[in-house]
């Protein structure tokens, strides 16, 4: 059955549409940080959304599950194949082209399998902003980014992934093709039916492409790293760059001093100011002019009743990139620290500081010699509290610790990164039975047969 599919494929596909062999298949069985090794069958990479319609018929005939894959990017595994060599990934990444750029309607349309980064390069050559921004924007696509939802590091200006979708192309479980990639800013005719396939993670349709929202590009951009004494410093710092920078603050980023110090000793990188037990670094965006001196007026303010330690406003793009390389390679001095487990959680973002003191707690006492490496988005209330093993710990006693803290202040325990394969089990303990009960309707609605990246979000089977 499988030669059989294989033939089917490759006629659909042409030579350099399908990968069969072990050698050419690595980088798509396995995630980056190689946490989840798969064996698929094959790898079909459709360069239309005709040829994706033709595969899911091909491997539905066949009975062979698909696996969609964008940049590979994700933390939760949910964009490789089991280990059964039995799974179709299906890698979008030859459709990788900016379809259309819209600078007055602000809107941009992409194929899935584009780079979040040549979309983002597109929108600011038509002096636009397409404002999503994440670590892997280097290699995550415009589909992965849709399909999990993504935030990063602007969400608490605009929003996650969701905010910014206006349209979407998608092909179902039965190979139909169904084209909503409207540029509508308004559209109620109907189910928003766009919405179930954002952030299901490829489990309900594949997207093949999406219309995306634009803003104005900002003239004048601040960026400041400051340390502060504690998590509910930078809260009370928040508050205040709210009322000074208002709506222009893009990015409010928390980091702890145990995040510094793996950046020192790891990747040697120092932060320009004088060290402190937390840091925040800000950005702030506007078009119109006075932007810096507000800025550095609420540093002044923020230094004068003790919020802050020490601060500095970046003088040139160059430096703030600097400032900004901080905060990109914890995820990197973490993974060179030893194994830790990933949390990555949200609580509501006034409760943030009381979270993080009875994790810690909890941590101390049920986990000795474990340490955290918190840090994150504290301007959305999500924070990845990251705990790095002792020898011998049990890595799953850790993710009960922490998420039963998460459970008291009604949080989630998964913000950003999804659900993947890697927290199935727990999404299943975590959220109510009848909000289980409706994902799996949806599911056997869209997918009865769990065709469709099983095992994923929901478990194998339904
Ligand atoms: C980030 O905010 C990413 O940098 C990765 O979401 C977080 O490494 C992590 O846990
Ligand atoms: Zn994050």
Redesign the pocket.
């Known amino acids: 059955m499988s030669a059989e599919l294989l033939s089917r494929l490759a006629a659909i596909l042409g030579p350099s549409g399908l990968l069969a062999d072990e050698a050419d298949m690595v980088s798509y069985a396995i995630d980056w940080r190689r946490l989840f090794p798969g064996r698929p069958l094959c790898v079909a990479r459709p360069a239309s959304t005709a040829e994706v319609s033709e595969v899911v018929k091909a491997c539905r005939a066949a009975g062979a599950a698909i696996v969609p894959q964008g940049g590979n990017t994700g933390l939760a595994g949910g964009a490789v194949p089991d280990a059964s060599g039995a799974q179709v990934v299906l890698s979008l990444n030859r459709m990788n082209k900016v379809r259309a750029i819209d600078p007055v309607g602000l809107t941009i349309s992409a194929d899935a399998g584009c780079i979040l980064k040549v979309a983002q390069d597109a929108a600011a050559e038509a002096g636009r902003l397409l404002p999503i921004s994440?670590a892997a924007e280097g290699s995550a696509t415009v589909g992965g980014v849709v399909s999990t939802n993504a935030?990063?590091v602007n969400v608490v200006r605009y929003g996650m992934a969701r905010a910014l979708v206006l349209g979407l192309e998608v092909v179902l479980a039965d190979g139909t093709v169904v084209d909503m990639a409207r540029q509508l800013r308004k559209d109620n005719a109907g189910y928003d039916l766009k919405q179930l396939f954002i952030g299901t993670e490829g489990t309900l349709g594949i997207v093949t492409g999406a219309v995306l929202r634009l803003v104005p590009r900002p003239r004048h951009t601040v960026t400041a790293l400051l340390s502060v004494p504690s998590p509910q410093a930078a809260l009370d710092l928040l508050a205040l760059a709210q009322d000074e920078l208002g709506d222009t603050l893009s990015a409010f980023e928390l980091m702890s001093g145990y995040s510094f110090d793996l950046l020192k000793r790891h990747l040697n990188l120092t932060p320009p100011i004088a060290s402190g037990d937390w840091f925040v670094l800000l950005e702030a965006g506007a078009s119109l002019s006075g932007l810096r001196e507000a800025a550095e007026a609420a540093l002044a303010a923020a230094l004068e009743n003790g919020t802050a330690l020490d601060g500095v406003i970046a003088e040139t793009g160059a430096q703030a990139t600097q400032l900004w390389a901080l905060r990109e390679h914890i995820t990197d001095g973490e993974a060179r620290e030893g194994k830790s487990m990933k949390h990555?959680v949200s609580v509501p973002i006034v409760d943030v500081p009381a979270f993080l003191e009875a994790a810690d707690i909890a941590i101390a006492e049920g986990a000795p010699g474990a340490k955290v490496n918190a840090f994150?988005?504290l301007g959305d209330g999500?924070i990845?509290y990251n705990v790095v093993l002792a020898p011998g710990q049990d890595g799953a006693a850790i993710n009960t610790l922490v998420h039963d803290v998460v459970a008291r202040f009604a949080g989630s325990i998964s913000a950003?990164h999804g659900i993947g394969q890697y927290r199935v089990d727990e999404l299943l303990i975590r959220r109510a039975p009848a909000e289980i009960a409706l994902a799996r309707t949806l599911k056997r609605a869209l997918d009865p047969d769990d065709f469709l990246n099983p095992g994923k979000v929901l478990p194998a089977g339904g």
């Open positions: 994440l935030g990063g990555d994150g988005h999500n990845h950003e």
